[in-house]
């Protein structure tokens, strides 16, 4: 069975930066590409970016890569989504998905994480 799990999240204040740690099981990780989501109230689910298995190839959603960074961790099953310069805006439930695609988009993904909740305040 394969399960990710995301953690790191909670709540912080704009400007902050905030690191997203996704641990993956029950699969061989250096075999799946991995993908990050976020979802806030009243939008549809947003692609943040991904990283392929093969030479870490990365691909951003258009108004990520200026302050996000996704990274990867063979060794310990781990994707990580770096987040810097937060703003009230990046508030919304992120989510860690992987799949056994060699190319990073923003398309299907077979497997995913529960979620985890990112507040940015004031």
């Known amino acids: 069975q394969v399960q990710l799990v995301e953690s790191g999240g909670g709540l912080v204040q704009v400007g902050d930066s905030l690191r997203l740690s996704c641990v993956g099981s029950?699969?061989?990780?250096?075999?799946?590409?991995l993908a990050w989501f976020r979802q806030s109230p009243g939008k549809e689910r947003e692609f943040i970016g991904a990283?392929?298995?093969?030479?870490?190839?990365?691909f951003y959603g258009d108004s990520s890569k200026s302050r996000f960074a996704i990274s990867r961790d063979n060794a310990v099953k781990t994707a990580y989504l770096q987040m810097n310069n937060l703003r009230l805006e990046d508030t919304g439930v992120y989510y860690c998905?992987?799949?056994?695609?060699?190319?990073?988009?923003?398309?299907?993904?077979?497997?995913w994480g529960q979620g985890v909740q990112v507040t940015v305040s004031p």
């Open positions: 998905a992987a799949d056994r695609k060699i190319q990073p988009d923003a398309g299907q993904y077979d497997y």
């Open positions: 029950g699969l061989t990780f250096s075999s799946y590409t």
């Open positions: 990283i392929s298995w093969n030479e870490g190839r990365q």
